[in-house]
């Protein structure tokens, strides 16, 4: 390791796998919502409540670009008032696959994550108390 | 809203592995910076010339976050100037597993995800061009 880079800029960055994720499900908000539809369909209404901290104008964004991605599909019901339902497609199921295997590193490592922190929290606590360096 | 009565929220979104996931790599910057350090050591102007568009105040945020939660480690070199590398940790390292297979299903299904958006793009010109003008 510690191969240096060479000067030019590292286009590939720009162009990988990473940033057509990001381009994808670069808000969290997208990732919650297609959680919210794992097990089913989904109303608007439902979402609201199961997101939290999500706002109307923001879950109106997420479903717009999750479906113009082709990752979600409305299902509207013949009824007065007619009800819509928002489920996954298959494109969009399939992205549940790699999602699980973030998901369950996040919750096998979530407590070594706290302690990192805890202890950078507890050095930036000893530093304040003695003497404060200006940090660049 | 409520207009269903299974009305308590689901509380288990806000305590799921995603809010675990997303309070860690919540952040695209995160996820490109942590990128960046696949192949070794990067210094702090590597990151900068590397990752396009992020700006000096989002990569000290970003790279102080990762340190903070244990992903990443600073090696301070006795030179002078001193000399500052950035590496992933063991734990650092062991999140670049889950996020290659991310990677993967963005770089194998990206052309489905443009042929949707496309698609979805042609049908708003049209609703569009049936209904008003200048709206895109």
Redesign the interface.
Known sequence: ???R?A?????S??K???????E?I?S?WA??AI??MEGGDV????F??????ISKKMLTQTLWQL?????LERDIHDTVPPGVEYRLTP?GR??L???R???????D??P??R???D???QRADLVAGGETEGQS
Chains 1, 2 share one sequence.
């Open positions: 390791m510690g191969k880079k000067a030019e800029p590292d286009i960055i720009a990988c796998g990473y940033r057509l994720l990001l994808i670069g969290k990732v919650l959680y919210a109303r608007y209404g439902e609201l409540r199961r997101i939290e901290g479906e113009r991605d082709g990752l494109l399939s992205l696959v790699p999602l295997h973030m998901k369950s590193w996040a919750i490592h979530y070594l994550v302690k990192a922190r202890a950078f929290d």
